[in-house]
């Protein structure tokens, strides 16, 4: 069990009633079913438009809005996340929409409940890898589960936007390769753990977990709702895509995780 990862949990459980009624009058989750342009853009979207009857996985589904729109167009979908009230929520979402989803209740760097080639295309991204303690094994397992052929899909909040929390003025509060552990506390009192890890982490971590690099783009500028920062950063990029194909079974090579992380 890792310690960080528990204590994140207990903050997002704790947190959960106030996430649900931030998103509920935000509304997203109501339409992206029917309309996925509401939460996926236009640069990762080409990578998901032929989900249809494909088993698809979304790695720390939060909100679940992104496994709505999936879902929505044919996917056959797993949502994962590691806060079972954040889960148990979505599930009570999937059921007024009529979506068949399944949830699974997971570390991102432990799906050992998952089988081995399970998806044709595994999501993940928003602001998840702030809290996972260890990159490359969480795109090690993300990659696991994937098919060979299969599509892996990164779309995070962009690395560098993250020097400036805490930032009360223009000039950046942290260094950029800092990578944490950042210990804070949650509203409801919480501890909570971030890890603030760089592009080439990204990338690097991507590439040993056995993908060829599909499509690597740093794409817009604006972050909607960016309530946690107080510097103005419409002019750096907002989001980093890492598009990946994990290697026919005669190009495997074992995913380099005992290379300790920076």
Known sequence: MNEMHEANRAAWNASAQWWKEREDKRGLWMRCHRDPTLVLSPAEMPFLTDVQGKDVCVLGSGDNEVVFALAGMGGKVTSVDISERRLEIA???ARALGLEVTFLRADVTDLSSVGDSTFDLVYTGGHMSVWVSDVRKYYAEAVRVLRPGGILVVNDYHPIRRMWLDSDGPAPRHRYFNRGPYEYRSDEGQPQ??????????????????????????????????????????????????????????????????????
């Not at 026919?248 to 090579?253: G, H, K, P, T, Y």
């Open 91 to 93: 599930e009570e979402r």
């Open 193 to 262: 753990f971030e890890f603030h890890w760089t592009v080439a982490d990204h990338i690097q971590a991507v590439l040993d977990a056995g993908c060829a690099l599909v499509e690597v783009d740093e794409h817009g500028e604006h972050v909607e709702d960016e309530f946690w920062m107080k510097a103005n950063l419409d002019k750096l990029p907002a989001y980093l895509l890492i598009v990946g194909r994990k290697a026919d079974v005669q190009q495997q090579r074992p995913p380099d995780t005992d290379r300790p992380c920076r």
